[in-house]
């Protein structure tokens, strides 16, 4: 018998989590019918991904006149099979509106994911969510409107995606247990810390990541993002949401039920995983599992409780997620711009936390901001930083 193909979009094709998806429904081609593919600069990888999977939009975010004019590159996309070609937040809009979508797989990085997803969540179209910063800048909008658009949100984090896999009754859940690699720098001094280079910092010891999430792994804003996109996500209070160090990510996260039973997920360290089951849920299939999982080849699991002084950055986002309103997106803004300015080699590792915590301790914070205010107030911190990075210079 044949099924009908699930109909998907994916935002962030190019990127870490978007070609990992594209290896899952290469394996499931069966199964789903790609409507639109959205990049950012990476044009020529877009183009390729569009020769080989055939969707009828793609939509990319390059600037460059060579993209913007006719071009052999341009042309190419163009005459690419017959899709239809659009370009930036318009392009995403277009893209995110279109009822043919049975899901949309939010992939891109930082602030760019949320106005996607609120367009897609009022057209009633189910999401993939990857992108954690939609919800730590805007998560009571985004769950509120989800719930009254009567859309799922299907984590794509493998911590939530393990716990969204563990939950059967979240009435009778009493706890979140959210587990943290730890990093590059785990067992490091905090001076060897602070004086990393972009190099070392980008060296996660489990995960291949997009260069924003992996630096966000390294000081652990990555588990402070995270504990407040499980607060929307599941509806938990902070004092709930408890962080575990866990070297080997075999333990992707675990609930603790009210009689004390701990029910935990786990699995080979592998995003294709959390990626198939969100963009399938809710059947499974066998698709891209490699290998199976053996206890006696792990041998051993290991658990710590994670060093909130030399992590600063997790304690942060808990005050931070506990005062709620504008006090995440002020986090948000603050750190991901003095994360480019890492990247950049602007400022040292360490100097994030600092540049974050200053924004967020000078930030007069509006309780239930609207959108508009959102993104107003993500504006005008990320101006501010970047007036303040200058000082570092
Ligand atoms: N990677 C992981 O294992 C992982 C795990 C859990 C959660 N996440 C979350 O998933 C998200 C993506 O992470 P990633 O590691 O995949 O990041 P990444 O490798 O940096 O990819 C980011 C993607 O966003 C695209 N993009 C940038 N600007 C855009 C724009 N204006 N319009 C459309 N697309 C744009 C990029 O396009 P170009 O490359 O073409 O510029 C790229 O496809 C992040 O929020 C991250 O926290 C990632």
Redesign the pocket.
């Known amino acids: 018998m044949k099924t009908k193909k699930r109909k998907i979009s994916i935002?962030?094709?190019?990127?870490?989590?978007?070609r990992q998806a594209l290896e899952v429904i290469e394996k499931l081609e069966d199964k789903f019918e790609i409507i639109a593919l959205?990049?950012?600069?990476?044009?020529e990888?877009?183009k390729k991904q569009a020769e080989k999977f055939k969707p009828k939009y793609i939509?990319?975010?390059?600037p460059s006149p060579a993209f913007q004019a006719p071009s052999p590159a341009r042309r190419s996309i163009r005459r690419g099979k017959g899709h239809k070609l659009l370009y930036?937040?318009e392009g995403?809009e277009q893209i995110c509106s279109n009822k043919e979508n049975d899901i949309i797989l939010v992939?891109?990085?930082?602030k760019?994911?949320l106005k996607p997803t609120l367009t897609a969540i009022k057209n009633g179209i189910d999401i993939a969510l990857?992108?954690?910063?939609t919800l730590v800048m805007a998560g009571d909008i985004v769950m509120n409107e989800a719930k009254k658009y009567g859309v799922n949100i299907i984590p794509?984090?493998?911590e939530h995606c393990a716990i969204h896999q563990c939950i059967k009754d979240i009435k009778l859940v009493d706890k979140l247990i959210i587990t943290a690699s730890g990093g590059p720098f785990l067992h490091k001094s905090v001076e060897d810390m602070k004086n990393a280079t972009v190099e070392q910092a980008l060296a996660h010891p489990r995960?291949?990541?997009?260069?924003?999430?992996?630096v966000?792994s390294a000081t652990l804003m990555?588990k402070g993002?995270e504990i407040i996109e499980a607060h929307h996500l599941f509806g938990f209070d902070y004092d709930k949401i408890e962080v575990v160090v866990h070297p080997q990510s075999i333990v992707h996260s675990a609930i603790e039920y009210v009689d004390g039973s701990v029910i935990a997920q786990l699995g080979l360290p592998s995003?294709h995983i959390p990626i198939q089951y969100a963009i399938t849920y809710p059947e499974r299939f066998e698709g891209i599992k490699s290998k199976s999982f053996s206890f006696s080849e792990i041998a051993r699991l290991d658990f710590e409780k994670p060093d909130f002084e030399k992590f600063q950055t997790v304690k942060l986002a808990y005050e931070m997620g506990k005062i709620g309103g504008t006090a995440t997106v002020c986090m948000n803004a603050a750190n991901e711009e003095a994360v480019f300015a890492f990247l950049d080699g602007k400022i040292k590792l360490y100097n994030i936390y600092e540049i974050t915590k200053k924004m967020c301790d000078e930030h007069t914070v509006i309780k239930n901001p609207s959108i508009d205010e959102i993104f107003a107030v993500d504006k005008e911190i990320r101006q501010k930083t970047k007036e303040y990075i200058l000082k570092f210079i």
């Not at 935002?11 to 978007?18: D, H, K, L």
């Not at 939509?59 to 390059?62: F, P, Q, T």
């Not at 992939?107 to 930082?110: D, L, Q, T």
């Open positions: 935002i962030g094709s190019t990127g870490s989590i978007g959205a990049g950012g600069n990476n044009v990888l877009l939509c990319h975010n390059n930036g937040s995403l992939a891109c990085s930082g760019i994911g990857a992108n954690k910063e794509v984090d493998s995960w291949n990541m997009g260069k924003k999430i992996t966000d990555n993002l995003m």
